[in-house]
């Protein structure tokens, strides 16, 4: 049951809300560099199925565009927003970032006891 004020995210388990427990990856990029930053999706993409972390690729750039003629890095921080109150934590990565072969291994959410 949503409350009427505001809409956050929850489990209702025997009427009792309980608190998102997955952590998430998130990359935010406007549609047309989708195919410039493809590899680095797929990298992360397949970092966060090793590690049971879910998966959001943001391309909504509503808030970016016209007339709000903001830069498109700003796109991540407007889908952490948007994102946050489904997951217990949000990493936020540039689309350009990428994992280094050997931290390929390591997860960053354990690593930083999350």
């Not at 952490?80 to 689309?95: E, N």
Request: aromatic content about 14%; overall charge neutral.
């Amino acid at each position: 049951p949503a409350n009427s004020d505001t809409f956050r995210a929850r489990s209702w388990v025997d009427g009792d809300a309980v608190a998102p427990q997955q952590v998430a990856i998130l990359l935010a990029a406007t549609p047309n560099m989708l195919p410039v930053y493809q590899p680095f999706i797929n990298l992360w993409r397949c970092y966060a199925l090793r590690h049971g972390l879910a998966f959001i690729l943001e391309t909504d750039d509503t808030e970016v565009r016209w007339p709000h003629a903001r830069a498109p890095n700003w796109m991540r921080w407007f889908a952490a927003r948007k994102h946050l109150d489904f997951y217990r934590a949000l990493l936020v990565v540039d689309p350009d970032q990428f994992v280094v072969p050997e931290c390929w291994n390591m997860s960053i959410p354990g690593i930083l006891g999350s």
